[in-house]
């Protein structure tokens, strides 16, 4: 590959381009500022990529994901949840023993300390659960002070990885229980992840529906990882502190907190609500969406990366007809979503933007329909997540990489000096 020419203030400096497997380009601009004096600025990091990575491919344009070079639609289809997180955490689809051995790792790691629960049992009942998650992992900190060096070992990450992936699960199932006034329910190392997570959140002790298992499992495999978002990169910049990996995880759920990001979920299924009450005119709302002067956006429509259809949304439209059938559940708020995807994807306003149904749009539809309560959503994408984290996580701490410090322009005041004001 040629070097990058940049030439500033008359002079002209050479930079290396590196190219993926898959033909992304970038020039490396590691000795930018040593080199010339300047940074770049890019709000928003658009078009800036923070490091390499072998887990994730999305083209955004082409709306292509692939997970370790599997395509998406073939892994939602063919594979199941603890596989898809297996691998992605070692970049290999695992034999049978491998698998039983990663299931057993999980369920043998997912019961909570007593003072855990203790912790549980003090949030109010109307706690929001991304709030309660992120206080939960930061308090595991507490009971496992052999998992917070900075350098884990090769079984100790093995185990923290796999006790994340149990106790989130059981600590989501657990306050859900308590907050409807039930006792509850262990979790049960005989069912898969998926069925013992919907047995534990349903205080339930009859086998769950297949469908519904396979509804969740296709969810959770679809959320699993999407390369440098906003709440993997909060991720990776925490865990290049080497903070210990509860932290680093607790930092990503925040991120993940917010309505532009994950919690579009749970605002999408609010807004298809709020249309709904507001007699279900979704054109005047797509108007609204349109309106600078609006605050209103169209939630789980658009997407930094992908100019396309976000081929989750996609898979997850599909799941959606096929879970409410077999369900029997005529929602209408799928009706609605129907329709403002219909009017939106011929509304010049949108179609110039490039902007489509993304992953969040439909997801809460089936969520809903699967009896999960909406403040529970974007705790539902933590739960697909967490895997993605914990695999970017890895890859990070096993690439050395430095601490992450941006750099920045001051626009500030220049330098003045100090007048007293108000006497000491
Ligand atoms: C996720 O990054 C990931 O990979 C995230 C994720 C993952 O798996 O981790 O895919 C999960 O977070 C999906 C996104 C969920 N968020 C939402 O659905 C919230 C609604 N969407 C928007 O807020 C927005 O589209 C973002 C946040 C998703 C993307 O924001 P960008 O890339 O900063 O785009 P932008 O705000 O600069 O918008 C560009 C234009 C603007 O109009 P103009 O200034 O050009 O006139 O498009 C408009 C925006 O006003 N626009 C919208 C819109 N999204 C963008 N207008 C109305 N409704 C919207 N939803």
Same mark, same amino acid.
Request: aromatic share 10%; net charge negative; with cysteine.
């Given at each position: 590959?040629?070097?990058?020419?940049?030439?500033?203030?008359?002079?002209?400096?050479?930079?290396?381009?590196?190219?993926?497997?898959?033909?992304?380009?970038?020039?490396?601009?590691?000795?930018?500022?040593?080199?010339?004096?300047?940074?770049?600025?890019?709000?928003?990091?658009?078009?800036?990529?923070?490091?390499?990575?072998?887990?994730?491919?999305?083209?955004?344009?082409?709306?292509?994901?692939?997970?370790?070079?599997?395509?998406?639609?073939?892994?939602?289809?063919?594979?199941?949840?603890?596989?898809?997180?297996?691998?992605?955490?070692?970049?290999?689809?695992?034999?049978?023993?491998?698998?039983?051995?990663?299931?057993?790792?999980?369920?043998?790691?997912?019961?909570?300390?007593?003072?855990?629960?203790?912790?549980?049992?003090?949030?109010?009942?109307?706690?929001?659960?991304?709030?309660?998650?992120?206080?939960?992992?930061?308090?595991?900190?507490?009971?496992?002070?052999?998992?917070?060096?900075?350098?884990?070992?090769?079984?100790?990450?093995?185990?923290?990885?796999?006790?994340?992936?149990? &106790?989130?699960?059981?600590?989501? /199932?657990?306050?859900?229980?308590? +907050?409807?006034?039930?006792?509850?329910? %262990? $979790?049960? =190392? !005989?069912?898969?992840?998926?069925?013992?997570?919907?047995?534990?959140?349903?205080?339930?002790?009859?086998?769950?529906?297949?469908?519904?298992?396979?509804?969740?499992?296709?969810?959770?495999?679809?959320?699993?990882?999407?390369? &440098?978002?906003?709440?993997?990169? /909060?991720?990776?910049?925490?865990? +290049?502190?080497?903070?210990?990996?509860? %932290? $680093?995880? =607790? !930092?990503?759920?925040?991120?993940?907190?917010?309505?532009?990001?994950?919690?579009?979920?749970?605002?999408?299924?609010?807004?298809?609500?709020?249309?709904?009450?507001?007699?279900?005119?979704?054109?005047?709302?797509?108007?609204?969406?349109?309106?600078?002067?609006?605050?209103?956006?169209?939630?789980?429509?658009?997407?930094?990366?992908?100019?396309?259809?976000?081929?989750?949304?996609?898979?997850?439209?599909?799941?959606?007809?096929?879970?409410?059938?077999?369900?029997?559940?005529?929602?209408?708020?799928?009706?609605?979503?129907?329709?403002?995807?219909?009017?939106?994807?011929?509304?010049?306003?949108?179609?110039?933007?490039?902007?489509?149904?993304?992953?969040?749009?439909?997801?809460?539809?089936?969520?809903?329909?699967?009896?999960?309560?909406?403040?529970?959503?974007?705790?539902?994408?933590?739960?697909?997540?967490?895997?993605?984290?914990?695999?970017?996580?890895?890859?990070?701490?096993?690439?050395?990489?430095?601490?992450?410090?941006?750099?920045?322009?001051?626009?500030?005041?220049?330098?003045?000096?100090?007048?007293?004001?108000?006497?000491?």
């Amino acid at each position: 590959m040629s070097n990058a020419k940049f030439e500033l203030d008359g002079k002209v400096f050479e930079f290396p381009v590196i190219e993926g497997t898959e033909g992304e380009k970038a020039v490396d601009i590691t000795k930018l500022r040593g080199e010339t004096g300047y940074v770049t600025i890019d709000s928003g990091y658009g078009n800036t990529g923070s490091c390499t990575s072998a887990i994730t491919f999305l083209d955004g344009e082409k709306g292509i994901l692939h997970y370790r070079g599997y395509p998406i639609e073939q892994l939602a289809e063919k594979s199941n949840f603890t596989e898809v997180s297996y691998l992605l955490l070692n970049g290999k689809l695992p034999t049978e023993a491998e698998l039983k051995a990663f299931d057993k790792a999980i369920a043998d790691n997912s019961e909570l300390p007593a003072g855990v629960k203790t912790i549980l049992d003090a949030f109010p009942k109307d706690a929001h659960p991304m709030g309660v998650l992120s206080s939960v992992v930061s308090a595991l900190t507490a009971f496992y002070p052999e998992l917070l060096g900075a350098e884990l070992s090769k079984s100790e990450q093995d185990k923290s990885i796999a006790q994340l992936m149990g &106790q989130v699960k059981v600590a989501m /199932t657990y306050f859900f229980s308590k +907050s409807v006034g039930k006792a509850p329910k %262990a $979790t049960n =190392a !005989a069912l898969s992840y998926s069925e013992d997570f919907l047995s534990m959140m349903f205080n339930s002790n009859d086998a769950i529906d297949p469908e519904v298992v396979n509804a969740l499992d296709i969810l959770l495999v679809l959320h699993a990882d999407h390369e &440098q978002n906003c709440s993997t990169s /909060t991720v990776r910049m925490v865990g +290049s502190s080497h903070a210990n990996i509860f %932290a $680093t995880i =607790a !930092a990503g759920i925040d991120a993940l907190w917010g309505p532009l990001h994950g919690g579009a979920n749970q605002a999408v299924l609010e807004m298809l609500e709020e249309i709904q009450n507001d007699g279900g005119d979704y054109k005047k709302f797509l108007e609204k969406a349109k309106d600078k002067n609006d605050s209103f956006r169209l939630m789980g429509f658009g997407h930094r990366v992908y100019k396309n259809f976000d081929p989750r949304a996609k898979i997850i439209k599909k799941a959606c007809d096929t879970v409410l059938t077999k369900l029997n559940v005529n929602d209408p708020l799928l009706k609605i979503a129907k329709g403002l995807e219909e009017e939106a994807l011929k509304d010049p306003y949108f179609v110039e933007r490039k902007l489509y149904p993304n992953v969040d749009f439909y997801s809460g539809i089936i969520y809903k329909a699967l009896g999960i309560p909406t403040n529970m959503f974007t705790a539902m994408f933590v739960l697909g997540r967490l895997p993605g984290w914990l695999a970017q996580w890895k890859e990070l701490r096993e690439s050395g990489a430095r601490i992450s410090r941006p750099r920045q322009i001051y626009t500030g005041e220049t330098a003045r000096d100090y007048v007293e004001m108000n006497k000491r």
